[in-house]
């Protein structure tokens, strides 16, 4: 699966958008980005994923670029409760590692009111 | 749902005593995770099952790890004899069939050997 980089820490005042930026540039054709996010004390959740196509779902927006060397994860309005650590992960379909989803450090989020 | 199901929440034990980690995935969920959290590795992945067979242990750090998956609705990960760098959050997460379906994961359980 290839690598993601993500800065470890950004801010983010209540209410405004929040723009997480993840760098995949060895992603392959065939492999989806994922978002996952752990907020403290709590087990990691499925925020959205995608191949090519922009997504959104009711939490958030995943804007890939046509290169597809890079992501944004967008939260519209930044809660309190979005205060957590974001996972960006590149993971290929059809492979040996079927099941595996390898977590890096990721962004810690800190949501200000 | 009731969601993936971790007990005990919180453990506490002596080096050298056996620790049992339990999970109930959720219902219908053919694949089945355990991950270990620690400030210094952050989250790893140490096995997984599908269809109660393990698939792939090479996260399992050595021999005194052990995990099972007797049924399809229950899973165990013993560590026997504990030891203080054992200390650790302990996550199991699910999964329902397709490689592109999101996991799960359960509220976690948090290890502490003294």
């Known amino acids: 699966d290839a690598k993601t980089t993500q800065p470890p820490s950004m801010d983010c005042a209540e209410g405004r958008a929040a723009n997480l930026p993840c760098n995949h540039s060895?992603?392959?054709?065939?492999?989806?980005v994922y978002w996952y996010r752990q907020i403290h004390s709590q087990g990691p959740q499925y925020i959205i994923h995608?191949?090519?196509n922009n997504e959104t779902n009711e939490m958030a927006s995943l804007i890939i670029t046509e290169d597809r060397k890079s992501s944004t994860l967008i939260l519209p309005h930044a809660t309190l409760r979005d205060t957590a650590v974001y996972y960006c992960?590149?993971?290929?379909?059809?492979?040996?590692?079927?099941?595996?989803?390898?977590f890096g450090q990721g962004t810690t989020l800190q949501v200000k009111p | 749902d009731a969601g993936v199901i971790q007990s005990p929440r919180h453990e506490v034990t002596e080096m050298g005593q056996e620790v049992t980690l339990r999970c109930k995935p959720i219902?219908?969920?053919?694949?089945l995770f355990w991950y270990r959290q620690t400030m210094m590795r952050g989250l790893e992945l140490l096995i997984y099952?599908?269809?109660?067979?393990?698939?792939?242990d090479s996260g399992m750090p050595e021999d005194r790890f052990s995990a099972k998956m007797p049924n399809a609705s229950f899973s165990t990960l013993k560590i026997q004899p504990s030891e203080p760098r054992d200390s650790a959050v302990y996550f199991c997460?699910?999964?329902?069939?397709?490689?592109?379906?999101?996991?799960?994961f359960g509220p976690g359980t948090r290890l502490l050997v003294l």
């Open positions: 060895t992603i392959s054709g065939n492999e989806y």
């Open positions: 099952f599908n269809n109660n067979v393990p698939i792939d």
């Open positions: 219902s219908g969920h053919d694949y």
């Open positions: 995608g191949l090519k």
């Open positions: 992960i590149v993971r290929e379909f059809g492979s040996s590692n079927t099941g595996k989803l390898i």
């Open positions: 997460a699910s999964r329902r069939g397709a490689e592109q379906e999101t996991q799960y």
